[in-house]
């Protein structure tokens, strides 16, 4: 577990098993133990300034990372490669519109991502007003394509490597549309229960600003995450398997 000591505060034991990622301030003490625990457990650690901005990355141990860069570097040489792409996106993507059109309780027959869009989108006009329902899904979209990048960067697939500036695919837009799906839920219940609260105090519903879907992503981290991992995860068995 990676132990975190602070001032006047109970010691804070974290297990490797659940991190993928830790950020940490460049003021900050670190062991070489603890960092090397952390790259053996393929945790990459991100130190970032006062404003946020990333000072040094420290990456995990080679091995599965390397692996699913070299696959995808060696299926996108395949002739066939950019249709089968596609196939395995949409073939996710139409998995996580179910998940969602099920966790929103979208009727069956419009639970593919086409329909299931569509009643989103109308359920969100309908708790926040158009204008609003739109900047916080734009606004999330953001976010979770902002962590995927982050993501593919700790894999070896980031923007600054060979592939990531050939652009094709584009992983971090295809795989954060996917992710999307797998945050609209909450961000519909967020909607709603605004809308609700509002209701109750016979005002209008304030409009939403960026720091309250930061916020809402921030509270889903952990399972934005999970899921994030499992769409990679999807990507590297597809490559094993049709490389």
Not at 141 to 163: K, Y
Not at 193 to 220: I, M, N, T, Y
Request: glycine share 8%; aromatic share 8%; proline share 3%.
């Amino acid at each position: 577990a990676l132990c975190v000591a602070r001032e006047e505060t109970a010691v804070q034991l974290f297990p490797l098993c659940r991190l993928s990622r830790v950020y940490s301030g460049n003021r900050v003490d670190w062991t070489s133990e603890a960092l090397l625990a952390c790259a053996a457990a393929g945790i990459a650690v991100v130190f970032v300034d006062d404003d946020g901005e990333v000072v040094a990355r420290v990456l995990g141990r080679p091995g599965a990372r390397d692996e699913l860069y070299h696959r995808l570097v060696e299926f996108l040489l395949l002739p066939q490669a950019g249709g089968m792409y596609r196939w395995w996106r949409e073939d996710v993507r139409r998995r996580a519109a179910r998940w969602a059109g099920a966790k929103l309780d979208v009727p069956r027959d419009a639970r593919d991502p086409v329909h299931c869009r569509d009643w989103i989108n109308r359920t969100a006009v309908r708790y926040a007003g158009a204008e609003s329902a739109e900047r916080s899904r734009q606004w999330l979209r953001s976010l979770a394509f902002s962590w995927m990048q982050g993501h593919l960067q700790d894999l070896g697939l980031g923007v600054s490597t060979e592939l990531g500036q050939a652009g094709a695919p584009s992983l971090a837009r295809d795989l954060a549309d996917i992710l999307m799906w797998y945050l609209e839920p909450a961000r519909i219940g967020w909607l709603k229960r605004r809308c609700l609260a509002a209701q109750r105090k016979g005002a209008a519903v304030r409009a939403p600003q960026h720091r309250d879907v930061a916020r809402l992503f921030e509270s889903r981290a952990s399972r934005a995450a999970m899921r994030g991992r499992e769409i990679t995860n999807l990507l590297h068995r597809w490559l094993i398997r049709n490389g």
